[in-house]
């Protein structure tokens, strides 16, 4: 133990000596997680769909009484894509080289058989495959959705229109014929003036009871047809920047960067300046090195990662967003921090003791991370072998320990499962790393 | 009492046989030389007696405190030399005073990185590193070459101490004529073989 302190304390005295490369070892990740907040963000936000109009779509359209702007509603309702207007085969031939994610395709007949409101037109759509397909099809439901909401307005005036002839009586149309109608006000007239017998008063009394009911229609219908209806409420949460899952994975990349960096550097520094031999003639065995270049990776990351959790917190309270536990958990994210430090640290160790030099093993390092962290931003249900070999280093677990930790309001079973995995993959890679220094003696 | 006794030692890298089975015996109060030229696998041979590489065959039983003195710098850059002694006599369990008395007595200079220092100074730095134990068997390897003649005359006093303490000094270098009147006896080293 005392050994693991004294090459720790060493390692600790040497990098505050460094001033420089512990400032781009915080700054240089916090640059790529903001990059890639955005990136995710926005990136995949809009994706491009192809929209095909095999029926000549007017500028404007009668739907009962009701007219449309066709591009303005098309614009209304594809807020959430970018549609782009193709022809069939360009649709067919960007939809397979990847360049929209989807194509709609409006059929020959769509209008006629819209504006005569007796069927449901249909429109035909061609989403891409592989991972994403779930989220366009989603994407494509929601731009559907928003266009029937539209059009339902048109339809239940159209129908209450009829009711309205039901009731009141006049001319009208359907499927294209023209009809006059009594209408149940004027047969109600109509019936005071004949013979008051038994037969009669049993129309009336039906009459009665129907125009009754059919004056309750409206109502009905626009609740038949938004059976329920959404209602935002005013929220006062955290915004997208100061979110979980930003906070989550900020602490998680600035902590990859360092730890794995710090380790490998270290352990293939002592390498370097030629003194693992003196240290392995009984002064430091190599599981006591890995141990303090572990030891390293988790005080380096815990202290500088405390500080990015303060500015968060400080952020939201600054900011006026309330959510989470940016200060009564931020003892047991220490825990986190440092648990997610140690376990990147021995990744770290493995690629400084399989390294020669410290240089190589800190580019090796930063070639290391990148992968280790994108595998941890891939949904594990849209690609799921990536989710494995994600489960099989520390990112992940990191990302998903710090959201608990700081954010979730029964946090123990995700803290003490991902804590489990993150203590497992510590040492795995710390005892692959002790004997990957073996041969290197001298 | 042999000090230390290696038999049948042996090291090869890959296909490559760097040293052939080799027995060295070091005595009590002796002084031995070991010579031959560049890429005779003397510092392969120091670095196993030492214990800083594993001999691929062969054992080394050494009964005694051993300091070496690797022919490339080894020690940390960016610690000044005091941090770099105190640290070492920490991990030996030495006591700091120790450390301290061998700064002085090396007259290191003090308040500057060890990577700052001169070659002589650097190399006197891993002398007094391997004397941090206060061993009976030191292990030099190339130990002059980067010294001036007052700082070799000095390291030579060293040596005769640690024998005439009833210790065992081997020294590998390629400087035959610095030997001279110095060495009890001297072993040579030829393609890996004692000859």
Known sequence: ?442 | MTLLAARGVTRTYGSRIALHPVDVDLEPGEVVALVGPNGAGKSTLLAILAGALEPTAGTVDNVERTGWVPQRSAHYGRLTARENLHLFASLERAPAARADDLHDRFELPDGLRAAALSVGNRQRLDLAISLVADPRILLLDEPTSSLDPDQRARLWEIARDVRDDGGAVLVATHHWEELEGRADRTLELREGRLT
């Open chain 1, 1 to 442: 133990m005392t050994a693991v302190w004294l090459v720790l304390r060493k390692d600790v005295r040497i990098l505050l000596r460094t001033p420089a490369l512990l400032g781009v070892l915080l700054f240089y990740p916090l640059v790529i997680a903001a990059l890639l907040g955005l990136v995710a963000g926005y990136a995949s936000s809009k994706p491009r769909v192809g929209f095909v109009d095999l029926d000549g779509l007017p500028p404007k359209l009668v739907v009962g009484n009701h007219t449309f702007n066709v591009q303005h509603t098309i614009d209304e309702v594809a807020r959430n894509v970018t549609l782009v207007r193709m022809s069939e085969d360009e649709g067919r031939r960007e939809l397979d080289d990847g360049k929209v994610v989807a194509v709609i395709t409006v059929p020959p007949g769509f209008v006629a058989t819209l504006q005569q409101m007796v069927q449901s037109p249909t429109l035909q759509v061609a989403v891409t495959r592989g991972g994403t397909a779930p989220r366009v099809r989603q994407q494509v439901d929601a731009l559907v959705y928003t266009l029937n909401r539209k059009l339902q307005r048109a339809y239940v005036d159209a129908n209450l229109t009829y009711v309205r002839l039901l009731l009141h009586g006049g001319s009208g149309k359907f499927v294209g014929r023209d009809f006059d109608l009594l209408g149940l006000d004027r047969t109600a007239k109509l019936l005071t003036q004949l013979p008051q017998e038994e037969r009669t008063q049993r129309i009336e009394h039906f009459v009665h009871d129907a125009r009754l009911a059919l004056a309750q229609t409206d109502d009905a219908l626009r609740a038949t047809a938004t059976p329920i209806k959404l209602v935002e409420q005013p929220a006062h949460g955290r915004t997208a920047a100061l979110s979980a899952e930003v906070e989550g994975y900020a602490l998680a990349l600035t902590i990859s960067f360092l730890g794995l960096v710090l380790a490998a550097g270290a352990l293939a520094g002592e390498r370097d300046e030629n003194v693992l031999g003196r240290l392995s003639r009984g002064l430091v065995s190599p599981g006591r090195l890995v141990a303090a270049k572990v030891a390293l990776a988790a005080v380096v990351s815990t202290v500088l990662g405390f500080g990015v959790a303060l500015a968060f917190a400080v952020a939201t309270v600054v900011g006026h967003a309330p959510g989470g536990e940016p200060w009564g958990r931020l003892p047991l994210l220490l825990v986190a921090l440092a648990l997610t430090g140690a376990a990147l640290g021995a990744v770290g160790s493995l690629v400084g003791a399989v390294a020669r030099e410290a240089r190589t093993a800190s580019l090796v390092a930063v070639l290391v991370v990148l992968p280790i962290v994108f595998l941890g931003l891939i949904p594990a249900e849209v690609f799921t072998a990536a989710g494995w070999v994600s489960d099989a280093l520390p990112f992940a677990h990191g990302v998903r320990l710090f959201a608990a930790t700081l954010f979730d309001f029964h946090p123990w079973g995700a803290v003490v499962r991902e804590a489990a995995w993150l203590v497992g993959i510590g040492l795995v890679f710390g005892l692959a790393a002790t004997a990957a220094v073996r041969p290197l003696r001298g």
